[in-house]
Structures are given as structure tokens and as C-alpha cells.
């Protein structure tokens, strides 16, 4: 594992996606998000304030089942792309009547240290530079809070990488982080225990067609040596021969499998190293001292 940004991921191609994803959640990311929410039943602590992660993107319907889990908790909602923040509010607002004793949901940049818990649903794998992403998240969250997050795997679309692969073609996809890696970075964040996981779910499709419309939902090609031009018709006739021929299983069915990789680590309590110069941040030292109070 380097420590430098994923090296196929191209940046700008990465910030493009940000802008133009649609504002909509994937099939694929709300299966996720609810296998993922059904995690949360082994885990005993009750967040009084939990985060989720671009929820427009990661699955607009997991995110109500977690707020079902939790619905005395605040819910605090990052969505940073104006467009995917308006979806999300008009996705989550409530009649007054509702709103009444209940639980309020906060849009806008995350507090430091402001929750007990993080959701962020198959998002990571676009991230242009993870580990700051991941920093993120780590000073979002309350000491003993912890992190809940999913993502695509390296072994996600092995056959159309093949099939690329197969005729000459430059990659169709950037690479995915491997979870032991991802385990690594949580620990280089500052997170603690990560726990990490992974299942292979296998998409089929009727047709060629329908197969690209719903890859290009799901996200978009971020590897630095993707074919750079535009593509004409011939071009895509080609492909949807070459995927009708490669895909297709003994059912008559094109099928296209997915790594997915869940992840759950917690925040300790910050460690000060006292040496002849020491330093401590602030929000680390308020950490430190409200810890000690609490247990006396």
C-alpha cells in the first residue's frame, strides 16, 4: 500500500464525477446500505448524534432504516455538492406534526468531534486521495465513536476487465483498494480494532444495453489511462457484441460480479506522548480532560 492517492485514480476525473453524479441513489447502493444497516444490530452503543456520508449517492432508503434504528438520535447530514444537498432535503423533510419530540436532522459540514457514529455508504472507492478523506471522518467523530463504511472491492467487474483486457482495449475501471489496505489507513488515521469484510454479489442483465446504463449510474471510469476521446456508434455496437459474447452465462443472462467490503472501526481516546517538547491540540486536550471527568 502507498501512502500517496490511489495511483489509478485521476483527481480531476474524480472531481468531475463529484459534480456530475446523478442525484440518485444506485440499486446496488441501497442493496449495500441495507446489508450493512442490519450490521448495526451487534453493536451496542446508541449514538445520541450520528453523521451520514453523501446519503444521496449511498442510498437514500438505507439511510432511513438507520434512522429508524435510531430515532432519538440527531442525525447530521454532509452533502457537499449543492445539487445532491437539495434531493436530500426534500428527501428527508418531515410534516411539522412529525418533527414534534422527535430527533432534528442537520445539513451542512460536520462538527468536529459532533457524533457517536458515521455512516458512509459506497463512497470511498471514488475517493480521489482516501486518507484525507478518511481524516474526515475520523475528526467528525466523538472519542468511542465509531465508523460504519462499505465500498467496491478489486475483484468488482473482473469479467468486463477481462473482456477489455481480451481486445486491447485500455482499463473500463480504475482499481479498487484491496481491505486490508483500507484496514491499514484506519489505523494510520488514528482509528482503532477495524473490522473488515467482504462479499461477492453477482448482477445479470437481459441485455448489453441495459448492462451499460446501469454501470454508468453506479459511477464512472477514474483510471488516468482511460481511452481519452469520444467514442462513436460503431464503437458501441462493438462493445455490446463483444459484452453479449464475453458476459453471457448459461441462463442467456450477462452477468458481472461485485467485491463488496464493509469496514467498522472505532475512534480512541487521543494518546499524549509526553517528551521534553510536547504538544497537544486543543480539541485533543478537551478530549482528554471531559474523558477523566466522566469516570471520576
Known amino acids: ?11 480531476n476525473a474524480a472531481a468531475r464525477w463529484q459534480r456530475a453524479a446523478p442525484p440518485r441513489p444506485p440499486w446496488l447502493h441501497e442493496e449495500v446500505g441495507r446489508r450493512m444497516e442490519d450490521r448495526l444490530q451487534w453493536i451496542r452503543l446508541q449514538p445520541t448524534a450520528w453523521a451520514d456520508w453523501e446519503p444521496v449517492r449511498g442510498g437514500l432508503e438505507a439511510d432511513g432504516l438507520v434512522a ?27 410534516p411539522w406534526w412529525q418533527r414534534l419530540g422527535g430527533a432534528p ?18 463512497a470511498l472507492h471514488m475517493a480521489a486521495d ?10 467528525a467523530l466523538a472519542t468511542d465513536g465509531f465508523l460504519m463504511f462499505s465500498c467496491l472491492g478489486p475483484d468488482s467487474l473482473r469479467e468486463l476487465r477481462a473482456a477489455y483486457q481480451a481486445l486491447g ?21 488514528g482509528f482503532a480494532e477495524p473490522v473488515m469484510d467482504m462479499e461477492r454479489i453477482t448482477l445479470t442483465w437481459e441485455s448489453p ?11 464512472s471510469n477514474l483510471h488516468p489511462r482511460r481511452f481519452a476521446a469520444l467514442r462513436g456508434r460503431g464503437w458501441r455496437a462493438g462493445l455490446e457484441t463483444a459484452l453479449a459474447e464475453a458476459l453471457r452465462g448459461p441462463d442467456g443472462r450477462l452477468a458481472l460480479t461485485f ?12 494518546r499524549v ?24
Request: glycine share 8%; net charge positive; proline share 10%.
Open 1 to 11: 500500500m502507498t501512502a500517496e492517492r490511489p495511483p489509478t485514480i485521476d483527481p
Open 68 to 94: 429508524r434504528r435510531y430515532p432519538r438520535s440527531e442525525r447530521l447530514v454532509a452533502e457537499p455538492q449543492p445539487r445532491r444537498a437539495q434531493v436530500a432535503m426534500k428527501s428527508m423533510a418531515k
Open 105 to 122: 436532522t442537520r445539513f451542512g459540514p460536520l462538527p468536529d468531534s459532533g457524533v457517536q457514529m458515521l455512516w458512509a455508504n459506497m
Open 130 to 139: 482516501p486518507q484525507g478523506l478518511i481524516a474526515q471522518w475520523h475528526r
Open 169 to 189: 482495449w485500455p482499463p473500463p475501471a480504475h482499481e479498487f483498494t484491496d481491505m486490508h489496505d483500507w484496514g491499514d489507513m484506519l489505523v494510520a488515521a
Open 209 to 219: 444495453a441495459r448492462l451499460l446504463q446501469e454501470l454508468r449510474e453506479l459511477g
Open 259 to 270: 467485491e463488496i467490503i464493509y469496514g467498522h472501526a472505532l475512534k480512541p481516546a487521543p
Open 273 to 296: 506522548k509526553v517528551s521534553a517538547q510536547s504538544a497537544v491540540s486543543l480539541r485533543d486536550m478537551r478530549e482528554l480532560l471531559q474523558g477523566r471527568g466522566s469516570g471520576g
